[in-house]
């Protein structure tokens, strides 16, 4: 990306001068205009971004000094060069007192304005990388609330947060995506919801999914709001997505994210697309069976490995029997509900490739004949039976193919955090020792030398391509230590990470 440049001179053979005989490119920079006056110039800027503005301090009318001040108040992000001759030094000294990052001496020499880009280029790099930084740390702030690891204080991290607000968990529907695609159909629906409002936070729940946050001020706002997406956005079309109640600001977050995602596995249990919303279903959510929710996870890892996945039965039979203070109706509801969520739990770990659809509803259908809890129980084990059969008879790995390509799309997006084998195991409902052994076979490389490749390649592209220093790169990456960064880094290419950068920056490639 360039960094677009405006010249601020009443003389035109200044602008012209500096326009077209400075390498602006080559510095990575571009002249988007000039301007002969003020006004000339805050023209520009209000039809296109400016990063660095060269002005001349005397000028007809309102002078450098006078768009310095206009800039500090409405462009504060803008850096501003002075343009000064000898006699004007006492004017540039109030310049940079009011903020201008540097000034110029009249006739400027193309010298000085190389090296001054190339310090604004560093500098506008950094605060890139800084911003970027500071992204990725609000992001992981957002989601490990939402997701009930934490409590966010969006006070102390100042973090705009709508005071009212509705949630979409959404998914892609196609699972077969190229990481490219992926990543462009994100940008693409973030850019669709900030048009329609530029305070929605957008997080990037998994692989496949976003949670999106929407301020909203009533409920028919954004009913207007999912209105306008499906009928003048045709990439709405190509997500599934789940929408909570109205919520009210961060610390509703988690429950949020629940609701939104309880809508979200319905639509996936049934293989179905389009929206719905939690209050629809709502009803089904409104007896919990603790002991059989607190199961889902475990019963998920256990049967996506063949190893253990008969353990599936007597791990269910237990749970069945733990709770025995609930109604036939609300038995029944947490029943009912605990098979819609895990069938689609299944859907997405399963890539679509798997239609659970047809036995869902032929148990659902038996299970709302039974007249008492035992009978109830019983239709419960024998849909797992099937399931269970069912797995063994399909391809052993079916289960794990897709899973292994996403999370090598999330090791590769998430890199910088502290990924493990069992945080991967855990948010992918996988039993640790089975991803272990799929990932080794599916990519040839174990999880840990597969975490590495991605990280050295990346310390690789910064060391080539900034001027970083190894302890900021260090943090970008996801170590801790520089030191052991560097050993890892030396294992990895031969050299040390100060070797490696002096030689690609001379322009020899490794």
């Known amino acids: 990306m360039l960094y677009q440049t405006l010249i601020v001179d009443d003389e035109e053979i200044v602008c012209r001068g ?89 006739p400027v020499s193309l010298s000085q304005i190389t090296s001054l880009l190339a310090r604004l280029y560093e500098e506008f790099e950094q605060q890139k990388q800084a911003i970027h930084i500071h992204a990725n740390r609000m992001q992981a702030l957002l989601l490990s609330a939402a997701k009930g690891y934490s409590q ?141 929710q607190e199961l889902l996870p475990d019963l998920l890892k256990q049967l996506s490995d063949p190893e253990t996945r008969s353990g599936t039965l007597p791990l269910m039979e237990r749970a069945l029997t733990l709770d025995k203070t609930q109604t036939v109706i609300q038995y029944q509801t947490s029943c009912i509900r605990f098979l819609i969520e895990l069938n689609g739990y299944l859907q997405g770990i399963t890539s679509g490739k798997m239609d659970f659809h047809k036995s869902l509803n032929k148990s659902l259908g038996n299970l709302l004949l039974c007249q008492d809890c035992q009978s109830t129980a019983e239709c419960i084990l024998e849909y797992l039976r099937w399931l269970v059969e069912f797995l063994d008879q399909s391809d052993a790995q079916q289960f794990g193919k897709g899973t292994i390509y996403e999370i090598q799309l999330f090791i590769r997006r998430h890199y910088g955090e502290n990924i493990t084998l069992n945080s991967l195991a855990e948010q992918f409902f996988l039993h640790p020792n089975y991803l272990s052994r799929l990932f080794k076979e599916k990519t040839g490389k174990n999880f840990i030398e ?58 020899l490639n490794f």
């Open 450 to 507: 597969y975490l590495t490749q991605v990280r050295m390649e990346k310390v690789k592209e910064l060391l080539s391509s900034s001027n970083l220093k190894i302890i900021d790169i260090c943090a970008i990456v996801g170590y801790d230590n520089p030191r052991y960064l560097s050993k890892v880094f030396k294992q990895y290419t031969g050299m040390t990470p100060r070797e490696y950068g002096e030689k690609t920056k001379h322009g």
């Open 152 to 292: 966010i204080d969006t006070e102390k991290y100042m973090m705009p947060f709508p005071k009212s607000w509705c949630g979409l968990s959404m998914s892609l529907t196609d699972r077969t995506l190229s990481e490219e695609d992926i990543l462009q159909k994100k940008s693409m629906i973030q850019e669709k919801f900030l048009q329609l409002s530029p305070d929605t936070i957008v997080l990037d729940d998994e692989v496949f999914s976003l949670f999106v946050v929407v301020p909203c001020e009533t409920e028919s706002a954004f009913d207007s709001m999912i209105t306008i997406l499906e009928q003048f956005c045709p990439e709405f079309s190509e997500w599934t997505c789940g929408v909570c109640e109205m919520k009210k600001g961060a610390a509703m977050l988690h429950e949020g994210w629940k609701e939104a995602g309880h809508a979200l596995r319905y639509l996936l249990a049934g293989n179905k697309k389009g929206v719905i919303y939690y209050k629809k279903i709502e009803s089904l959510f409104g007896h919990d069976s603790l002991a059989m």
């Open 18 to 106: 500096l326009a077209r005989f400075v390498n602006w490119k080559e510095q990575g920079f571009e002249v988007a205009g000039t301007a002969c006056s003020v006004e000339a110039a805050l023209a520009v800027m209000q039809q296109v971004h400016i990063d660095v503005v060269f002005m001349d301090i005397r000028m007809p009318g309102k002078t450098g000094l006078d768009l310095l001040k206009i800039l500090q108040k409405e462009y504060p992000e803008v850096k501003s060069v002075i343009l000064s001759g000898h006699s004007e030094f006492s004017y540039a000294q109030e310049a940079i007192r009011r903020g201008a990052v540097d000034y110029l001496t009249k």
